[in-house]
């Protein structure tokens, strides 16, 4: 019986560009697309809606709060990627990700924009730089060289149960990436390409984004380093 793949996306205010997203998803071979309306206050639903996605409300803002909100509605899946709505990632390329899965090698695989050049330049400077400075001190403080933390990502839907993931906002990809170190669960990363994002980012297109998103990755990387793993 073949594996039922699960897709969620956060989604806020991406009107512009969610249509692509869904429409360059091999949506024939999944087994559900959820699309997480967080709060926008454009059309996203309705073109996430028109687009074959199903779309799940979430007004509580913060990217880890829809993600959580997203897992709440899967459909038994057996497996779940995390696509950002921005058309930065290429979502066609999904079947990298899965294919590790697939074969029964890894439990979590993360696509990586710091590998290939030409995605690692269309990152901004000040996310290139926190990518590398979260990277190193994950590597530094609990044991695993990761290149990036980059949002799209697939993982064995009982991993991610077992991760017990609670981060509500910009912490979410750093705490994923930590605790699936600390379970032992086989990881591997993937080149991915990227390409700058349909509109202006809400993290790191704004100083004080940025600053918020990098204070907290910083914050979640020395919150498990004191907390003893279970």
Excluded at 37 to 47: F, I, L, M, P, Q
Excluded at 128 to 136: E, I, P
Excluded at 160 to 183: H, P
Aim: one cysteine or more; a positive charge; aromatic letters at 8%.
């Amino acid at each position: 019986m073949p594996e039922r793949i699960s897709v969620i996306i956060p989604a806020f205010n991406e009107e512009a560009s969610i249509g692509l997203v869904l429409d360059a998803l091999p949506q024939d071979r999944l087994h559900e697309i959820i699309v997480v309306d967080n709060g926008s206050t454009d059309r996203t639903a309705e073109v996430a809606s028109g687009h074959g996605a199903r779309v799940v409300g979430e007004t509580r803002r913060g990217y880890g709060r829809a993600c959580l909100t997203g897992i709440a509605a899967l459909d038994r899946p057996g497996i779940v990627v995390f696509l950002d709505g921005d058309f930065s990632d290429y979502p066609e390329e999904i079947d990298l990700l899965l294919e590790p899965i697939l074969a029964g090698e890894k439990d979590f695989v993360l696509g990586s924009r710091m590998i290939l050049r030409k995605s690692r330049a269309a990152l901004l400077p000040q996310a290139r730089y926190g990518n590398r400075l979260a990277v190193f001190l994950i590597q530094l403080f609990f044991g695993h060289r990761y290149t990036d933390l980059g949002p799209f990502r697939a993982i064995r839907y009982e991993s991610l149960r077992s991760l017990g993931m609670q981060d509500t906002n910009f912490g979410w990809t750093v705490e994923m990436q930590i605790k699936a170190v600390r379970k032992g669960l086989r990881i591997a990363e993937i080149p991915v390409r990227y390409r700058e994002r349909v509109g202006v980012s809400k993290i790191t297109g704004t100083v004080s984004g940025t600053f918020k998103a990098g204070t907290k990755i910083i914050y979640t990387l020395f919150k498990y380093l004191l907390k003893k793993p279970r």
